[in-house]
């Protein structure tokens, strides 16, 4: 695998994993989310912690594109797009979301949908991982990127 590819893949992933998720937060979840800003518990959306949010996308997007990339196995995309997906959903997601819960004032059915929004944009993310690298394991090659 070549070393544009690897980085198109992160831009790609980067991309979608940001608009997913402004999606899910900002749009589709607002109403849900309304009620605990106006009692304190969250933060209203504001710009002035938005670099936070850029930096751990990108952060998403290099580590997950380059665990996929020694991981790819020369089988179909789509499967082993889903299976990624799967996987990201249960190491990010799940540990995320669960603790959240456990520790702040948020409603069962609001960590209800973010779980299940996010378990859709996960899979989501591999199946683009997936379709945007290809196949190929990275390091197979002499001009890989080698990490």
Do not use: C
């Amino acid at each position: 695998m070549n070393k544009v590819r690897l980085i198109l893949t992160i831009i790609v992933v980067f991309l979608v994993a940001n608009f997913g998720g402004y999606f899910i937060h900002a749009i589709w979840l607002a109403q849900d989310y309304k009620p605990l800003v106006e009692a304190g518990h969250y933060r209203a959306p504001g710009q002035e912690k938005m670099f936070f949010i850029v930096l751990a996308y990108l952060s998403f997007a290099i580590g997950s594109v380059l665990i996929y990339a020694r991981g790819v196995e020369n089988k179909p995309l789509l499967g082993q797009g889903v299976r990624f997906g799967l996987l990201m959903f249960l190491v990010l997601t799940i540990p995320s979301f669960f603790i959240a819960y456990a520790v702040q004032p948020v409603p069962a059915v609001l960590m209800s949908k973010q779980v299940l929004a996010e378990l859709g944009h996960k899979i989501i993310l591999g199946i683009v991982t997936a379709f945007v690298y290809g196949k190929g394991r990275l390091g197979n090659s002499p001009s890989a990127l080698s990490v």
